[in-house]
């Protein structure tokens, strides 16, 4: 008889949040070995200062891929809601809480187009985002005329971007409020719950009576919503709103939302595998920037960071969807031969 103690620990083994807590405290022990300082106080800070944006990206993200979804537009959307900010405070004269709020809207409202497109067109997602993402990205520089950007933005606005509460950056706070907001709706909620089901088989859950067209909108506005939300803390920390705001968060979202666990053909998931999957990848980025004494291609890390996090960001998507792809077959495999198993006439029951 086994011991449950055993088979409880096995199963905690199992689970992918726990690989992905045993690889971030690898990542830390490493970093910390290689690199200068990386487990100063400050430096920690930093880490979560800089990566806010892609943390809430990756959190939006969540529900629409459960739904079987995807949104390369959230990085475009970013900028785009940066510059409209920015033209309301500094054209406009609207109080920066407002215009932030006001970018929320129009976040949203992007959201919205996609899902008008995927739910009442049946257009694929990938093509629509993909159609989004260079549409949004074209209205924020055409609105700057490709160069033009806004800065100027009262003290108390960029203090959401440069401020401490209670020794923690202001906009970590923000990011704690939506990410519970989101794991209480994916985990909490009848329309939350309803996002794997669709994921999972989108013609099943309309039989069941679930509203697809409508909880699938949920998602994709929500996303919108948040890429808003993300470029008004990004205008706040850099101190100007500039078209190309965003460039290239999509696909660090994505990557920590599939690398989190979330399958990327839909059904499966969590709203903490993201949230690993995102520390996983902030500490990534720092780190590299922090190893000053080793060379890499005749050059020390450090100078050569950006392009190594994109190169091994890259990587880990790849073998993220390589996993996903492998375990899903496996697991149709199983269900093939139980179901032909089950089949077979049983002798002691002719």
């Not at 020794?167 to 706070?173: A, E, H, N």
């Not at 460039?247 to 053909?265: D, K």
Request: net charge positive; glycine share 12%; charged share 10%.
């Amino acid at each position: 008889m086994s011991n449950p103690r055993s088979f409880s620990i096995k199963s905690l083994l199992a689970r992918h949040e726990t690989v992905l807590v045993l690889v971030i405290l690898f990542e830390v022990i490493l970093f910390q070995a290689l690199g200068n300082n990386f487990l100063v106080g400050r430096n920690i800070s930093n880490v979560f200062r800089h990566s806010v944006e892609i943390g809430l990206l990756a959190l939006a993200m969540t529900p629409v891929i459960l739904t079987g979804g995807i949104d390369l537009s959230v990085g475009s959307m970013m900028g785009l809601c940066a510059v409209l900010f920015g033209m309301m405070v500094n054209s406009l004269g609207l109080d920066p809480w407002l215009a932030g709020a006001l970018a929320i809207a129009f976040g949203a409202m992007g959201g919205g187009l996609n899902a008008v497109l995927i739910t009442r067109l049946n257009l694929p997602p990938l093509i629509v985002t993909l159609g989004t993402f260079s549409l949004f990205r074209g209205l924020a520089e055409a609105l700057t005329k490709g160069s033009e950007s806004y800065s100027g933005f009262s003290p108390s606005f960029l203090a959401l971007g440069n401020a401490d509460i209670a020794g923690l950056p202001t906009q970590i706070w923000v990011f704690i409020f939506v990410a519970l907001g989101i794991w209480l709706l994916v985990h909490r909620t009848t329309v939350g719950r309803s996002f794997r089901a669709i994921g999972y088989a989108a013609d099943g859950a309309r039989y069941a009576g679930i509203p697809v067209a409508r909880n699938t909108s949920i998602a994709y506005m929500l996303a919108g919503a948040v890429a808003g939300l993300a470029a008004v803390i990004l205008v706040s920390r850099l101190g100007e709103a500039r078209a190309n705001a965003g460039i290239g968060y999509e696909l660090l979202a994505i990557t920590a939302v599939v690398l989190g666990g979330v399958s990327i053909f839909g059904g499966s998931g969590t709203v903490a595998g993201t949230f690993l999957g995102w520390i996983s990848l902030a500490i990534l980025n720092n780190g590299l920037t922090r190893i000053s004494d080793y060379r890499i291609f005749d050059q020390p890390v450090a100078s050569v960071a950006r392009e190594l996090s994109g190169l091994l960001t890259g990587l880990l998507l790849l073998t993220a969807l390589a996993i996903g792809a492998t375990t899903k077959t496996l697991a149709v495999r199983r269900a093939r031969k139980q179901s032909l198993a089950n089949l077979k006439p049983n002798p002691a029951n002719p």
